[in-house]
């Protein structure tokens, strides 16, 4: 490993190279196996309301142990945390299919969430490590972009071969483990963890409040959006394929815009970048239900929309590695990261209610209203 300080330009692009063909690996990995496991789980005649809630103890796994990660990460390394971590995945991954029960179940995502997250915030302080105060946005643009597009095909795998038998388990299993691959190739490029006092995560919530509500802001609007964007669209009258589509375009947003939008707060503000995308955020949710039946200004809207939604989280990565020091930043991000997935499991929750008890925009109300947290927490901190 080196000292991030020392590395010069050609070793910091194939750092980032290695890290990023990592992520994508990932993404595609982990876009396969939600729903995987949840058409699993209806195969096995499980309610809804259980396939939820197995869903949620992934982000439980992270609340809990978020906090322990920093110190487990200094004390490991960076690369042979990322590779327990795929190596102790695999093993949990390859039970699901041995063990098909649903408590078992409940055990493994459980134990997924927990390895996880440590993958999680070693991948992102890695990245902050590597970047510099010239691309910091556009080096998360980048990662946001490959985690997305990975996220995007790994249900098509899905779709093609189906849900039932080992088949769909070994395209998750393989892109785990090709993910692996390239930080095995780039081991000696990995940047070594900064030694600080070990300190709990949510100290970072009195020095840096903006970043964490975007942080959590980022993951209800994208969550929210992402699990019930299609039931709005047929609530609106949409045919299922339609509906469908409405989401498609939301996520070609996230992986088309996130590399532009890392340029523009790298060369203006990163502050103002993410108050802008908040109160773009806002302005997307009160526009949806005006553009709904418009045509091609719904799907230009759902474009631009998703890529703004997602830039949340990377602009404020990249304002994470500006304002904290090397030292800090596997604190910061596991901080950073506990609120996202705060926001996730909320999000959701908050606007399915709104729209079974209220209307179908109380979706966009919940992402209108994360917009605002931001602006909110922008203002009181200034204040």
């Excluded at 695999?90 to 078992?104: C, D, H, S, Y």
């Excluded at 490590?129 to 946005?137: E, F, G, V």
Aim: glycine share 10%.
């Amino acid at each position: 490993m080196l000292a991030h300080a020392q590395m010069t330009s050609a070793e910091r692009r194939l750092s980032l190279l290695a890290i990023i063909a990592g992520c994508f690996g990932a993404g595609v990995g982990y876009g396969a196996l939600h729903p995987l496991v949840a058409l699993s789980l209806d195969e096995m005649d499980v309610s809804r309301g259980l396939i939820g809630a197995n869903a949620a103890l992934t982000n439980l796994a992270i609340l809990i142990f978020g906090p322990f990660v920093p110190m487990v990460a200094r004390r490991v390394g960076v690369v042979r945390a990322l590779l327990a971590t795929a190596v102790i995945d695999l093993v949990i991954l390859a039970l699901f299919p041995t063990f098909p029960n649903f408590w078992v179940w409940c055990v493994l995502r459980f134990a997924g969430g927990a390895i996880g997250v440590l993958w999680w915030v070693v991948t992102e302080t890695w990245l902050n490590l590597i970047a510099t105060d010239a691309n910091r946005t556009r080096v998360f643009g980048l990662y946001g972009s490959a985690l997305s597009s990975g996220f995007c095909l790994g249900p098509f795998a899905i779709a093609g071969v189906g849900s039932e038998g080992w088949a769909p388990w070994l395209i998750v299993l393989a892109a785990v483990a090709l993910s692996a691959l390239p930080i095995v190739l780039a081991r000696r490029l990995a940047p070594e963890l900064p030694k600080h006092p070990d300190a709990h995560p949510l100290a970072v919530l009195r020095r840096a409040p903006v970043l964490l509500a975007a942080a959590a802001a980022a993951g209800a609007a994208d969550m929210a959006v992402t699990a019930l964007l299609p039931l709005y669209g047929l609530s609106h009258g949409f045919s299922e394929q339609s509906a469908a589509l409405m989401l498609t375009a939301f996520t070609v947003g996230t992986v088309m815009l996130q590399v532009p939008i890392g340029w523009a707060a790298d060369v203006w503000s990163r502050r103002g970048m993410l108050l802008l995308c908040a109160l773009l955020t806002v302005l997307g949710a009160a526009l949806l239900p005006l553009l709904i039946g418009t045509g091609f200004a719904l799907w230009a809207l759902l474009v631009v929309w998703g890529g703004i939604v997602f830039a949340i989280y990377t602009v404020a990565l990249g304002l994470l590695g500006e304002r904290f020091a090397p030292a800090e930043l596997a604190m910061v991000n596991a901080a950073f990261i506990m609120a996202y997935n705060t926001g996730a499991g909320l999000g959701p929750v908050a606007a399915g209610g709104l729209m079974e008890a209220w209307s179908p925009d109380g979706m966009t109300v919940v992402v209108a209203v994360s917009g605002l947290m931001v602006l909110l927490a922008a203002v009181l901190r200034r204040a």
